[in-house]
């Protein structure tokens, strides 16, 4: 089945610091994919997403470019805020039948003042 | 705010015992989703409705049953419940058909749950 592997954290990196947050993906389609993040105490937000391949997805000085011959979907962010302390989830959507969102593993990002 | 709208936040209940989570989609959305968020098994999808009827089953537990009402509303229902069931149950919603590029799921705060 389809499935999603995310780099292990945690990961502790200092303010102004460049950040890349790996994953990969298995699929048998063409899947959407989704990073997601959740701040301490609350539930999950949607951070960016890509729809096919070479799509790059950003937000809030966060990117990620679909990348299909590496089956690849990177976070990447230039320089790191103690306020994106938070657990990361990559995650893919199937586009047939029941469209759920696999996750991978998720990783827990500090970052130090 | 995502506009999915979860009940209660957090609940503390008996081993053995039954308990309801409530979940209101974001309006216009038809599909609803339940995830279970553990620190073992990480985020697990549950079940999914679109419109009133089931279209996906994931990890459900026999004991774990859900159903989408005709107002779009949907209730995951736990029983027998044992300590292991201790987590953090997500609702998510989104618009249908998933079939167009990029339609996204949208999660609410999610409902804690512990088992003493």
């Known amino acids: 089945g389809d499935s999603v592997t995310q780099m292990e954290g945690p990961v502790t990196l200092s303010e102004e610091a460049f950040l890349t947050i790996n994953c990969t993906y298995t699929?048998?389609?063409?899947?959407?994919l989704f990073w997601y993040v959740q701040y301490p105490g609350e539930g999950l937000q949607l951070l960016l997403k890509a729809t096919k391949a070479d799509d790059k997805g950003s937000n809030k000085g966060f990117e990620a470019t679909y990348r299909k011959e590496t089956t690849s979907f990177h976070l990447e962010k230039g320089s790191v805020q103690v306020s994106d302390s938070a657990v990361y989830f990559c995650?893919?959507?199937?586009?047939?039948?029941?469209?759920?969102?696999?996750f991978g593993q998720g990783t827990r990002l500090t970052i130090n003042p | 705010d995502s506009g999915v709208t979860q009940t209660p936040k957090h609940l503390i209940t008996a081993t053995g015992q039954r308990v309801t989570l409530r979940c209101s989609p974001r309006s216009g959305d038809l599909s609803v989703y339940w995830y279970q968020q553990s620190l073992d098994q990480g985020l697990q999808f549950l079940i999914q409705?679109?419109?009133?009827?089931?279209?996906a089953k994931g990890n459900i537990l026999e004991r774990f049953s859900a159903q989408q009402f005709p107002d779009l509303h949907s209730e995951l229902n736990l029983s027998s419940l044992e300590l292991g069931d201790s987590a953090l149950y997500f609702c998510?919603?989104?618009?249908?058909?998933?079939?167009?590029?990029?339609?996204?799921?949208?999660f609410g705060e999610g409902s804690w749950l512990t088992v003493v």
């Open positions: 998510a919603s989104s618009v249908e058909p998933m079939t167009e590029l990029g339609n996204t799921i949208y």
């Open positions: 995650a893919l959507s199937d586009r047939g039948g029941a469209q759920k969102l696999v």
């Open positions: 699929a048998t389609g063409y899947p959407s």
């Open positions: 409705y679109y419109n009133g009827e089931e279209r």
